[in-house]
Nanobody, 119 residues
């Protein structure tokens, strides 16, 4: 099992920056990848970004490319999501998730952290 705990959400103004953290514990493998998703009220869950524990290769959703950066600190088993130039449409609950190698199915999820961007 893998446990994931997000933190860093809050209320910010449009144009501000915010950094989310996801602390992972349990049976973490270097072959795993970590992802960030978000879900706004009444909307489907949206892929935000993904990063491999080993090597650090990244993938981003189209709506956040150039504004958000995913990174990881292997020593701390923590993944970050740096969000810049925030827009009101970025308002959502942000979730951290983990998947094994060779699959894009995320098996482990955190409880989510709310990000609200006011105009």
């Amino acid at each position: 099992q893998v446990q994931l705990v997000e933190s860093g959400g809050g209320l910010v103004q449009a144009g501000d920056s915010l950094r989310l953290s996801c602390a992972a514990s349990g049976r973490i493998s270097s072959s795993m990848s970590m992802g960030w998703f978000r879900q706004a009220p009444g909307e489907e869950r949206e892929f935000v970004a993904d990063i491999r524990w080993s090597g650090g290769s990244t993938v981003y959703g189209d709506s956040v490319k150039g504004r958000f950066t995913i990174s990881r600190d292997n020593a701390k088993n923590t993944v970050y999501l740096e969000m810049n130039s925030l827009k009101p449409e970025d308002t959502a609950v942000y979730y951290c998730a983990a998947r094994g190698s060779g699959s894009w199915r995320y098996d482990y999820w955190g409880q989510g952290t709310q990000v609200t961007v006011s105009s």
